[in-house]
Nanobody, 121 residues
Framework: QVQLVESGGGLVQPGGSLRLSCAASGSILKIYRMGWYRQAPGKQRELVADIFSGDSTNYVDSVKGRFSISRDNAKNTVYLQMNSLKPEDTAVYYC???????????????WGQGTQVTVSS
């Protein structure tokens, strides 16, 4: 099986920065896509950014120019650098990965446990 472990959330003032990390471990053959979603209270979960195995990336409009997603393939880890944070960025951030496992032909979708990001003065 696979585990996604997130770290790096916390409390930050508006205009500040945080860096989230998500490390995947287990019987991983290949990671095709890794992404970050967020869910604020009373709102639906939304895709923040994702990155594919060829390093192409996508961002939701509200974070373009402020957030940057990257990955370290050797460590099966994805990062989300968040700059110029705003109160509306406050949410639980979830890591997601599309992974093929050793010994199978299927692709599976995995989620981390979530990490809280609070932007407040």
């Amino acid at each position: 099986q696979v585990q996604l472990v997130e770290s790096g959330g916390g409390l930050v003032q508006p205009g500040g920065s945080l860096r989230l990390s998500c490390a995947a471990s287990g019987s991983i053959l290949k990671i095709y896509r890794m992404g970050w979603y967020r869910q604020a209270p009373g709102k639906q979960r939304e895709l923040v950014a994702d990155i594919f195995s060829g390093d192409s990336t996508n961002y939701v409009d509200s974070v373009k120019g402020r957030f940057s997603i990257s990955r370290d393939n050797a460590k099966n880890t994805v990062y989300l650098q968040m700059n110029s944070l705003k109160p509306e960025d406050t949410a639980v951030y979830y890591c997601n990965a599309l992974i093929s496992l050793i010994g199978t032909m299927s692709l599976n979708d995995y989620w981390g446990q979530g990490t809280q990001v609070t932007v407040s003065s």
